[in-house]
């Protein structure tokens, strides 16, 4: 290969061609599964492959010493895990389980890190593939296409090209699977927002209890410096926890730790049979879930749900408390995006609502644009709670549903709009709280610092526009200049009418 560097839209486009294998035979929510599994794979076998060649050079003549340094990587490679073997074997009658076996080599020499990942996955499965005779070509085609990637670092453009490529990938799948899509990838500028919001410092420990992919707990300790954090999230969906652990080890992420399991009826993240503390927990959980478990929530063993129990079929609330309960006292932060009916639905929502107001735990209400996420048109909110804040009540309203650029299938937040919205929320948070009664604008028809008395006006109704006036006043129309202007108009076309009549009379056309 020389000195040519493989770029990230390289591995990107080699990666989209070979969906083509599978395209007919399944839909992109089930085949993103295979092809990121086949994706890490091959990863891992040209990480191995670069790391075999590495010292083979620095002990030449002793076998035993590379061995047992590739025994200390990060992870062990069986030789029939290797995607080379796997592509030697392609024309084999038993291609599929060739890769099967070789998946489950490899989580047993990895119990630590790779457990039960690829446990709802086989390469062999006659229901997803077909017969015998369709599933060998469809492997065949598979590892033919990943053979035209070459992942090792050395010969990689940069450290973040292949966790980058992973991420765009999941992105791709989730702008084709229409709405079960939002179940495993937020919006990349959505995460990053999300991420600057809630403003992650060096020592934190983070979380995200509805992680999908993991994409916004990567970006979120994207925000810090060096590698003094730790993370953790929950993920209901196997396939879906399968994908994150693979995308955490990608973008070395190695001591994550990500449980498989309903974060609202089985919350696995706990210390001591208590509930786990963070730091920061963000989420963009599942809009107004139904079936989420209220039957057995004013009986939870944790206490979650002491400002009541959210209704049965929207979960919404269900999350925040959640959320809320796992924060340090004093200093933990709470992100999460929410559809607007969290805002203002009354009974016990507003119950809900008006507790932790009363609490002084919310800290910032920011609309979204609509069309943002992948799967569903409606616009969204961003909730920021804040347990640290102090003696200051005031809440910000931020309406940013202007702000976008429009794209062909989605809206998508610009940079500039994300640098408005933390702006805004950074000038808020260092600015004096309020002494007077009522709340004051701070940008016109964009954010508003309402004060304590505001919301219990509005009877504890977080809805936007009751905050930020964003109503455009019409032009005062001059009538009686309208008046002289269609009197001037009807004069210049009967001159016109006359002119015309004048020219078909000497055309002799009339």
């Given at each position: 290969?020389?000195?040519?560097?493989?770029?990230?839209?390289?591995?990107?486009?080699?990666v989209?061609?070979?969906?083509?294998?599978?395209?007919?035979?399944?839909?992109s929510?089930?085949?993103k599964d295979?092809?990121?599994?086949?994706?890490?794979?091959?990863?891992?076998?040209?990480?191995?492959?670069?790391?075999?060649?590495?010292?083979?050079?620095k002990?030449?003549?002793?076998?035993?010493?590379?061995?047992?340094?590739?025994k200390?990587?990060?992870?062990?490679l069986?030789?029939?895990?290797?995607?080379?073997?796997?592509?030697?074997?392609?024309?084999?009658?038993?291609?599929?389980?060739?890769?099967?076996?070789?998946?489950?080599?490899?989580?047993?020499a990895?119990?630590?890190?790779?457990?039960?990942v690829?446990?709802?996955?086989?390469?062999n499965?006659?229901?997803?593939?077909?017969?015998?005779k369709?599933?060998?070509?469809?492997?065949?085609?598979?590892?033919?296409?990943?053979?035209?990637?070459?992942?090792?670092?050395?010969?990689?453009?940069?450290?973040?090209?292949i966790?980058?490529?992973?991420?765009?990938?999941?992105s791709?799948?989730?702008?084709?699977?229409?709405k079960?899509?939002?179940?495993?990838?937020?919006?990349?500028?959505?995460?990053?927002?999300?991420?600057?919001l809630?403003?992650?410092?060096?020592?934190?420990?983070?979380?995200?209890?509805?992680c999908?992919?993991?994409?916004?707990?990567?970006?979120?300790?994207?925000?810090?410096?060096?590698?003094?954090?730790?993370?953790?999230?929950?993920?209901?969906?196997?396939?879906?926890?399968?994908?994150?652990?693979m995308?955490?080890?990608?973008?070395?992420q190695?001591?994550?730790?990500?449980?498989?399991?309903?974060?609202?009826?089985?919350?696995?993240?706990?210390?001591?049979?208590?509930?786990?503390?963070?730091?920061?927990?963000?989420?963009?959980?599942?809009?107004?879930?139904?079936?989420?478990?209220?039957?057995?929530?004013?009986?939870?063993?944790?206490?979650?749900?002491?400002?009541?129990?959210?209704?049965k079929?929207?979960?919404?609330?269900?999350?925040?408390?959640?959320?809320?309960?796992?924060t340090?006292?004093?200093?933990?932060?709470?992100?999460?995006i929410?559809p607007h009916?969290?805002?203002?639905?009354?009974?016990?929502?507003?119950?809900?609502?008006?507790?932790?107001?009363?609490?002084?735990?919310?800290?910032?209400?920011?609309?979204?644009?609509?069309?943002l996420?992948?799967?569903?048109?409606?616009?969204?909110?961003?909730?920021?709670?804040?347990?640290?804040?102090?003696?200051?009540?005031?809440?910000?309203?931020?309406?940013?549903?202007?702000?976008?650029?429009?794209?062909?299938?989605?809206?998508?937040?610009?940079?500039?709009?994300?640098?408005?919205?933390?702006?805004?929320?950074?000038?808020?948070?260092?600015?004096?709280?309020?002494t007077?009664?009522?709340?004051?604008?701070?940008?016109?028809k964009?954010?508003?610092?309402?004060?304590?008395?505001?919301?219990?006006?509005?009877?504890?109704?977080?809805?936007?526009?009751?905050?930020?006036?964003?109503?455009?006043?019409?032009?005062?129309?001059?009538?009686?200049?309208?008046?002289?202007n269609?009197?001037?108009?009807?004069?210049?076309?009967?001159?016109?009418?006359?002119?015309?009549e004048?020219?078909?009379k000497?055309?002799?056309?009339?």
């Amino acid at each position: 290969m020389g000195n040519t560097k493989i770029t990230q839209r390289e591995i990107n486009n080699i990666v989209w061609k070979a969906c083509d294998s599978l395209r007919p035979v399944m839909g992109s929510e089930q085949y993103k599964d295979y092809i990121l599994t086949l994706l890490f794979i091959k990863y891992l076998s040209d990480v191995w492959k670069d790391k075999v060649a590495q010292y083979r050079i620095k002990y030449p003549d002793n076998e035993e010493m590379v061995q047992r340094q590739l025994k200390r990587e990060r992870f062990i490679l069986p030789d029939v895990s290797n995607f080379d073997y796997l592509f030697q074997n392609r024309n084999e009658a038993n291609v599929g389980e060739i890769i099967d076996i070789g998946l489950t080599a490899l989580e047993d020499a990895n119990r630590a890190k790779l457990a039960m990942v690829f446990r709802s996955i086989s390469f062999n499965s006659e229901t997803v593939f077909g017969q015998t005779k369709q599933r060998n070509a469809i492997m065949k085609n598979l590892l033919v296409d990943f053979s035209e990637l070459d992942l090792q670092p050395s010969h990689l453009e940069g450290n973040d090209v292949i966790g980058d490529s992973y991420e765009f990938l999941i992105s791709k799948f989730a702008g084709e699977s229409g709405k079960k899509s939002g179940e495993f990838y937020t919006p990349s500028e959505i995460s990053t927002l999300l991420a600057k919001l809630v403003d992650p410092q060096s020592g934190n420990r983070i979380c995200d209890p509805a992680c999908g992919s993991g994409s916004l707990l990567i970006k979120v300790a994207n925000e810090i410096e060096g590698k003094n954090y730790s993370l953790y999230g929950q993920e209901n969906n196997g396939s879906t926890w399968a994908l994150c652990r693979m995308n955490m080890f990608l973008h070395e992420q190695d001591s994550a730790t990500i449980e498989w399991g309903d974060t609202i009826n089985n919350p696995k993240l706990l210390e001591k049979d208590n509930l786990m503390k963070f730091n920061i927990v963000v989420a963009n959980p599942p809009f107004s879930l139904d079936k989420w478990g209220a039957d057995t929530a004013a009986s939870d063993q944790f206490n979650r749900f002491h400002r009541g129990v959210p209704p049965k079929s929207k979960g919404d609330y269900a999350f925040i408390s959640h959320m809320v309960e796992t924060t340090y006292e004093d200093v933990g932060k709470v992100g999460v995006i929410v559809p607007h009916g969290v805002l203002f639905r009354s009974s016990s929502e507003g119950k809900i609502r008006k507790q932790l107001i009363d609490e002084n735990l919310l800290e910032a209400v920011i609309g979204l644009p609509a069309n943002l996420f992948f799967g569903t048109g409606i616009p969204a909110a961003i909730l920021i709670f804040n347990r640290g804040k102090g003696i200051n009540k005031d809440i910000l309203f931020i309406d940013a549903s202007s702000e976008f650029e429009n794209e062909k299938n989605q809206n998508k937040l610009r940079e500039k709009d994300i640098e408005h919205i933390v702006t805004a929320y950074k000038s808020f948070k260092e600015a004096k709280p309020l002494t007077s009664e009522k709340g004051i604008v701070l940008e016109d028809k964009y954010s508003y610092r309402a004060t304590i008395a505001d919301i219990v006006e509005n009877d504890y109704n977080l809805n936007i526009p009751r905050y930020v006036d964003t109503f455009e006043e019409e032009e005062e129309v001059d009538i009686k200049a309208t008046h002289n202007n269609i009197k001037e108009l009807k004069k210049q076309l009967t001159e016109v009418e006359n002119q015309m009549e004048n020219y078909l009379k000497e055309l002799n056309l009339i």
